[in-house]
């Protein structure tokens, strides 16, 4: 008899704590899992809404044999995505077609962070799922990957760690609402970290006037 997947169902979601902090830019892909002979039991009833094609031109969102991961946030930003385990899938999902929703919390106390039915990435003749999540320190995050229309079949799953929003002079943010404070009175930004961030565009040409980006 078949068995189902051991990361079958939220309650035995599969760690990948070990894709996180890789170098910028380059993806940290997983071992290869199926979500052949997976269910949906004990599956939550919702934060899948963008699954199938929601728009109306085919079917509405459904879920029939989803996976599950789970991670620690540590404050960077990620791209998540599925993919073929570069090249190496051995009965990969049919045209890369998968549907991921992700969520934060515990399984029995689940909050709906995110979703994606056909990632950046996807083209005429492949469509994997990838969405880009930004992570807060010490929050536990769960992914489901489940196949469109019931498709089932190897994948991975890869983690691209991405630089802080504001990490070059082109992305600077905009603080103009600290000035023009009562004399004396400092006034505080909103919070911000380095965590990620990069040296790229730095170190301007001392003889350049540097007035806009």
Known sequence: ITQPPANDNCAS??????????????PQVSTMYTNTEAGIANDPGFGYEC???????????????TVWFNFTGDGNTYFIETNDCN??????IPDGDTQ?????????????V?????GPNATATEYPAGAELATEM????????DGYLGLTGDFCLSFTRMPVANDD????????DILDGALNAPVESG???????????????????????
């Open 169 to 176: 002079c082109d992305g600077a943010e905009d603080i103009s």
């Open 138 to 145: 010490g929050t536990n995050y769960l992914v489901m990957i």
């Open 87 to 92: 090249g190496t899938a051995t009965d990969y």
């Open 114 to 118: 995110d979703c994606n039915e056909d």
């Open 191 to 213: 919070m911000y970290s380095n965590v990620g961030a990069t040296t790229s565009q730095d170190e301007p040409n001392p003889n350049d006037v540097v007035a806009n980006c």
């Open 13 to 26: 979601a599969a760690n990948v704590n070990a894709l996180l902090g890789g170098a910028i830019g380059e």
């Open 51 to 65: 699954f199938g094609e929601p728009d109306g031109t085919a079917s509405g969102p459904s879920i029939e044999h």
């Open 100 to 112: 991921m929703a992700i969520y934060s919390g515990i399984c029995s106390i689940i909050q709906a």
